[in-house]
C-alpha cells in the first residue's frame, strides 16, 4: 500500500517553496516524473522510495522524501538546537533541510564538547523508539579522562546502583571497557543530560574527551568526516536496532 500526497503539499513540506511557486514551477515545465513535466501542481503522486530519482525538479533528483533519518559525524563545538546562538549541527546540511515540515531534529543530543555519531530524522515515531529506554538502544562512548581509572570503575558502573549528583534515581547498569589508564569505552541503555561526563565525575574523575562511535548497531564510518553527514538507508536503520534486544 502506498500513500499519496499532492506535488504542491510535497515540494512544500520539503522545502522547495510555496504552494504558488510550485503552481509556478509546474507550469513553466520545470517539474518532472520519469522525464514528462507535471503542469498541474495539484496532482496527487504516489508516495514510493523511488519516488526520489523519478521526480525532478529543474532536472536534479529530490531531497530525501519525507521519514529521512540521516547520521551525522557531529564535529566538537557544534550545538544540537535549532535557535541557539554559535555554530549549530542544523548548519552543516543543505539550506533548504531547515524549511522541511515535519522538522528535522537531532534524536537526542550530544553536547558540544562531544564529537561522533548523530542521529536526525522527520520522523516523530522512529525518534522516540531510538531515545527511549524502553526499546534498549545502546549508545556507544569513546572517553578520555583527565586522571587514571580506578579499579573498581567498571563494577561501580555496571552496578545499577550508581547515582549522578542531584538525581534520586539510579543509573541503569552500563557496561565501561578499559582501553589504558585514561581511555574507555562506555555503552549506555539511557540518556540522562551530561549522562557519561556525570558519571565519571561521580566516581572522582574528569572526562577531557567525548566521542560516540555507534547507536545500536550503527557504527560511525571511519570514512565520514567531521562535519560530513550521509542519508540512512533501510538496512542502515534496521541496524540500528539490530542490538536492542527485549530484555
Ligand atoms: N554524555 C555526555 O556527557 N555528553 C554527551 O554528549 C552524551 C552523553
Known amino acids: 500500500m502506498s500513500t499519496t500526497a499532492r506535488l504542491d503539499k510535497l515540494l512544500g513540506g520539503m522545502g522547495y517553496g510555496s504552494r504558488r511557486e510550485i503552481e509556478h514551477w509546474a507550469y513553466a515545465e520545470r517539474i518532472t516524473l520519469d522525464g514528462e513535466p507535471i503542469t498541474d501542481s495539484s496532482q496527487r503522486l ?3 522510495p523511488d519516488l526520489q530519482t523519478r521526480l525532478m525538479v529543474d532536472g536534479i533528483v529530490l531531497d530525501p522524501l519525507p521519514n529521512m533519518v540521516i547520521m551525522l559525524h557531529k564535529p566538537l563545538g557544534t550545538t544540537c538546537s535549532h535557535k541557539e546562538s554559535g555554530p549549530l549541527i542544523y548548519d552543516l ?3 533548504r533541510w531547515k524549511r522541511r515540515d515535519p522538522q528535522l531534529s537531532s534524536i537526542g543530543r550530544l553536547d558540544k564538547e562531544t564529537s561522533g555519531l548523530l542521529l536526525l530524522t522527520d520522523d ?5 523508539k531510538v531515545i527511549s529506554p524502553k526499546h534498549h538502544v545502546p549508545k556507544r562512548y569513546l572517553a578520555t579522562l583527565a586522571r587514571p581509572l580506578r579499579d573498581d570503575a567498571a563494577a561501580l558502573f555496571a552496578s545499577g546502583t550508581l547515582m549522578l549528583e542531584g538525581e534520586d534515581k539510579p543509573l541503569l547498569p552500563a557496561e565501561l571497557e578499559v582501553l589504558s589508564p585514561t581511555t574507555a569505552r562506555v555503552t549506555l541503555h ?3 543530560y551530561h549522562q557519561v561526563r556525570r558519571m565519571f565525575a561521580a566516581i572522582g574523575n574528569h572526562v577531557d574527551a567525548l566521542h560516540r562511535e555507534s547507536v545500536g548497531g550503527l557504527i560511525l564510518p571511519a570514512d565520514l ?3 560530513e553527514y550521509r542519508v540512512l538507508n533501510a ?3 534496521a541496524r540500528i536496532f539490530a542490538n536492542a534486544n527485549a530484555a
Do not use: F, S
Not at 516523530?124 to 522516540?128: F, I, P, Q, Y
Open 46 to 48: 504516489a508516495i514510493t
Open 93 to 95: 546540511l543543505p539550506t
Open 124 to 128: 516523530g515515531a522512529l525518534l522516540h
Open 190 to 192: 539511557e540518556g540522562r
Open 225 to 227: 568526516k567531521a562535519g
Open 235 to 237: 538496512d542502515d536503520i
